[in-house]
């Protein structure tokens, strides 16, 4: 159990988190990711390092911090007029986007936070992604199954994939779909 305390919104909290997370992902474009510190950062954010150990507890949870807020979308799925292609399109760019170099790294850090809300807000993204496009393709009359079949259907596999295997092919996730698809129907 840690002792810290969520930000307060606004004000000098919300200021001091944007700039502590600015010299954190400023740091890891330029500095090897072994040689970041909590001083380091402080020092790139004008803070003091208790600043940011009371906030973030240590450098895993900052960094897992840093990583959730990396891997929130900047935008809602593309809306093809489809649902199994506005799930395919988004399946395959999630895959390409948690595979890359960087994307495995946002993801280690999550992991290995022992804070599990970083986790837990990850998967919300991708649940509230997902819900987008089965209220398009409810609004349009399609069948298409809940979100929570989604997440264990497609994009359980492509992590798990990304993170003990080989990045799945566009194939394979258009098969996830097309299984998830068929078993959404089924039930």
């Not at 003091?48 to 450098?59: A, D, H």
């Not at 395919?88 to 809300?117: C, F, K, N």
Request: net charge neutral.
């Amino acid at each position: 159990m840690t002792g810290r305390q969520g930000p307060r919104p606004g004000g000098r909290s919300a200021r001091v988190q944007a700039s502590v997370q600015a010299a954190v992902r400023e740091l890891l474009a330029k500095t090897d990711r072994a040689e970041v510190t909590v001083p380091l950062i402080a020092a790139a954010a004008g803070v003091t390092p208790s600043t940011i150990y009371r906030r973030w507890g240590n450098l895993g949870e900052l960094l897992a911090d840093v990583a959730v807020e990396r891997l929130r979308p900047d935008a809602e799925p593309v809306d093809t007029g489809n649902g199994r292609t506005d799930l395919e399109l988004w399946a395959e760019q999630y895959a390409d986007e948690m595979s890359s170099a960087p994307g495995r790294a946002l993801i280690r850090d999550v992991l290995a936070a022992a804070d599990t809300h970083c986790a837990q807000r990850c998967c919300t993204f991708s649940r509230d992604q997902i819900a987008i496009i089965a209220g398009r393709a409810a609004a349009r009359g399609e069948d298409f199954p809940d979100p929570e079949a989604v997440l264990d259907g497609v994009v359980s596999p492509i992590v798990y994939r990304i993170l003990f295997g080989d990045v799945p092919s566009r194939e394979r996730i258009r098969d996830l779909v097309s299984r998830t698809l068929a078993a959404g129907r089924s039930t």
